[in-house]
């Protein structure tokens, strides 16, 4: 069953680690209008500040037998029409036996990282909420996995590679959580895969920018028809429009040109870190970063096996495959929805359940887009409550309840 | 009057060369995928081949010393609320002393030497053929003048700027032309300053939404019952995969530019592909030479303001009013218009003639974007046309027709 499995620990080289610290030095930073402040993109303070910390002070080895702590592995997993792809991911097992086991995926610019702090909270054993089997994987292109090298790679190959490397680890059943493209994907599992050896799907980015059609969701046409919105969830619907507006910039380039884009992110360590620490910050809520926080997120981007360019090629991949806007087949496996007040679009309740067959709803005071780094607690006790026992998905995976 | 007026060489410090060659030799650059062609962006092999070049084999001096034989000049212009700020600009007269005064304003990615080629048929005499004095100013936050430091630095601003020198030059009424950006604040400048100083305007990129029967009641009713042409209908179809496919970097700009300005002011790979996907992309199979493109990129890497400053007209412009560039307010001033195939924004004619009183129209069967280093023939061949005897804005401006031997009231 561990065939191809292979215990991983990250080591970047020595000569990659001078590599940055000479680029770093030669830094060059642009000028910034008057009062500024976060109008015009990222403050040039704030990144002088990190590119100064990054040069002297921050430890990449420190961070990296930091994270070596978590189990890591990589793998085989042969991709139709793509050959084989050497995939990297966590896998923390519960000492509960038949704990559920979980796949979680990242989005951009996220990474496997991002389940770092669910895992104690998931695979703890306790009689009073389940536990689970952990696999974070690095998606194809992102952290330590390798990347596809033709083109095409859209968002059912993601699913493709999700779902074998579940079932290589012995899981002919699973339940997913993910945000962002992780949401995306799930969704993809679901349908691909549901009551198969996708057994419920929970997701905290129920990205819905529509009411739903009295076509293909007529049950919930109706409701939206006559449920008036909430004060919740018109505020919602102006982050929503904020997003929309303003902040849909880079997936403009990531979906249409991110090989003219990926040469600044590959070549200039600046580049990257502005690039996704802007969304560090205006997706989160009042997320109180940490410099060396920080550091490390952008760190695992630079010292990526592909490379910074290569994540953004699923915006591109995704799009021209039409899978973005192309109406899904709707799984009727349970799936579960948290809210969280910064997300970036954060759709009415009438229009969110047009995603799955929804079991479970969850709405929170605070915390954004990254919700399982800023808010693990609070997510981690959602999937508690949909998974466990008197939960409305208690028991999908056959024999793997959760607890002792 | 105090007259701030210096002459200008290009010359960039030895340190800054060397400061590029370091970053050059430490270039990282991504993979790419197989067959990737020009789908995913700029190519690498391209980019590698050009950051190759930049780092061994171009010159840099030797092209500035070309470059510093165009009489160049900077000089300080008050900006209301903004202070002072210097501004670099190319001033060639022509022989013909009543010359029409002719102002060419560029866009981005463009700059200054947008107008080089075409410098020596504008200003050439004859008795064929109309003269004129050209300025080629770098606009604010470009090539070799100083950018504003405060926020709000719109339209009006840069049409002040480029008001404002042509008056300190002496050019009390003068003609303008402009394409991308330069299209626009030539439309601010008609706008503000039409028939008081602005005596007629050309554009190669006429940028308006369809007629409205409110404002312009014939266009409209001729929209309604006139069929696209066959270069019309190619045009939306260009026009609308640029839309699709070409506008990432204009909402980019247009929202975070301070973002994707750490981008351009430290990776010259990220620079150059950033902007050579445009040149490529935005013009007609024009046949860039490597030092070409070097150089186009160059000015931008080695701007005085830094290439991130470049980028803010799109947040201030469009921030402020996201229809801006469509917005058409009719003037009675005498407008030519160049409509070039590969064009990104093309409009069918009837939407562009809502924009003032055409007086000219030209359609050529080659060129893009960047028409006057991509066709400047025609399009210098345009304005000679437009402004020439029998031309429909001949002598627009007073003693100033563009010919030898008229008396001149000047």
Excluded at chain 1, 59 to 69: G, L, P, Q, T
């Amino acid at each position: 069953m561990a065939h191809d499995e292979r215990p991983f620990t990250i080591s970047v080289a020595d000569a990659e680690l001078e590599f940055l610290q000479k680029k770093l030095a030669l830094s060059r930073v642009p000028d910034e209008l008057e009062g500024a402040d976060w109008d015009y993109g990222v403050p040039l303070a704030d990144v002088k500040r990190l590119l100064l910390r990054w040069q002297n002070g921050y430890d990449w080895r420190a961070a990296e037998a930091e994270i070596n702590k978590i189990p890591q592995f990589t793998r085989q997993i042969e991709v139709e029409g793509f050959g084989k792809l050497d995939v990297h991911y966590v896998h923390q097992r519960s000492t509960v036996e038949n704990a559920i086991p979980l796949l979680f995926i990242h989005g951009w610019p996220g990474h496997f990282l991002e389940v770092r702090k669910l895992l104690p909270l998931f695979t703890t054993a306790s009689p009073d909420h389940p536990s689970f089997h952990v696999v974070a994987l690095s998606l194809p292109g992102f952290g330590f996995s390798d990347a596809p090298t033709k083109r095409g790679f859209n968002g059912a190959k993601y699913a493709e590679t999700c779902n074998k490397l579940m079932l290589a680890l012995g899981y002919d059943e699973y339940v997913v959580q993910g945000g962002d493209w992780g949401s995306f994907i799930a969704r993809i599992l679901a349908s691909k895969y549901g009551h198969q050896s996708v057994k419920a799907f929970h997701t905290n980015f129920p990205n819905v920018r529509e009411p739903p059609s009295l076509w293909t969701h007529p049950r919930q046409f109706f409701a939206h028809l006559i449920t008036p919105y909430s004060a919740a969830e018109r505020v919602g619907l102006e982050r929503t429009q904020w997003f929309v507006a303003q902040g849909r910039g880079y997936f403009h380039e990531q979906s249409t040109q991110p090989q003219t884009l990926g040469y600044a992110l590959a070549d200039s360590p600046v580049a990257l870190l502005a690039w996704i620490y802007e969304k560090l910050v205006r997706w989160t809520d009042a997320y109180p970063w940490e410099d060396d926080e920080v550091l490390t997120w952008i760190s695992v981007y630079w010292f990526s096996r592909s490379g910074p360019a290569a994540s953004l090629r699923i915006y591109y991949e995704t799009i021209a495959a039409n899978e973005y806007s192309a109406i899904l087949p709707t799984s009727t496996i349970p799936c579960g929805l948290s809210f969280f007040p910064k997300e970036l679009t954060i759709p009415p309740k009438t229009w969110a359940r047009t995603i799955g067959n929804v079991v479970y709803e969850s709405r929170h005071q605070s915390g954004g887009h990254f919700a399982a780094h800023e808010k693990p607690e609070e997510l981690a006790a959602d999937i508690r409550a949909m998974f466990g026992k008197g939960g409305p998905a208690f028991g999908v995976v056959s024999g793997r309840a959760g607890y002792d | 009057m105090s007259d701030t007026e210096k002459a200008f060489q290009i010359n960039v410090s030895d340190a800054d060369i060397e400061f590029l060659h370091k970053k050059l030799e430490l270039t990282r650059f991504p993979d790419e995928l197989d067959e990737a062609g020009w789908n995913y962006g700029a190519p690498l092999a391209d980019v590698r081949r050009l950051v190759a070049r930049w780092k061994d084999g171009y010159d840099w001096r030797k092209v500035e010393a070309e470059i510093n034989a165009i009489p160049q000049f900077t000089r300080d212009i008050d900006v209301d609320g903004f202070g002072t700020l210097n501004i670099h600009y190319i001033h060639q007269k022509s022989s013909v002393a009543t010359a029409v005064p002719l102002l060419f304003v560029h866009g981005w990615p463009g700059h200054f030497l947008e107008v080089r080629k075409m410098l020596p048929i504008l200003t050439a005499a004859s008795p064929d053929h109309p003269s004129f004095h050209v300025v080629a100013l770098s606009l604010p936050g470009y090539g070799f003048s100083e950018a504003p430091k405060k926020k709000g630095f719109r339209g009006l601003q840069y049409a002040e700027v480029a008001n404002k020198l042509m008056l300190a030059l002496g050019y009390n009424e003068y003609v303008v032309q402009g394409g991308d950006w330069g299209y626009y604040i030539s439309k601010l400048i008609v706008a503000e300053y039409g028939t008081k100083t602005v005596k007629a305007w050309h554009t190669n990129m006429p940028v308006a939404g369809p007629p409205s029967v409110w404002t312009h009641p014939g266009q409209f009713l001729l929209f309604l019952v006139k069929p696209f042409t066959a270069a019309e209908r190619a045009g939306f179809g260009h026009s609308q995969t640029f839309q699709k496919k070409g506008n990432g970097y204009f909402m980019e700009q247009s929202t975070q530019p301070q973002t994707v300005g750490y981008s351009l002011a430290d990776s010259p790979a990220g620079l150059l592909a950033w902007i050579y996907e445009k040149l490529v992309r935005c013009t007609d199979s024009y046949a860039w030479e490597d030092d070409e493109v070097l150089t186009w990129i160059s000015v931008y890497w080695f701007s005085r303001a830094g290439p991130a400053a470049s980028v803010r007209i799109y947040y201030e412009v469009i921030q402020d009013d996201p229809g801006a560039l469509r917005m058409a307010k009719y003037s009675p001033i005498p407008l030519g218009l160049s409509f070039f195939p590969k064009e990104p924004v093309v409009v069918p004619r009837l939407w562009a003639r809502t924009l003032g009183n055409v007086v000219f129209e030209a359609e050529h069967e080659r060129g893009g974007h960047f028409a006057a280093h991509e066709r400047p023939e025609d399009l210098a061949g345009d304005l000679r046309k437009m402004f020439g005897k029998g031309g429909p804005a001949y002598g627009v401006v007073p003693g100033k027709d563009g010919y030898v031997g008229r008396d001149a009231r000047l």
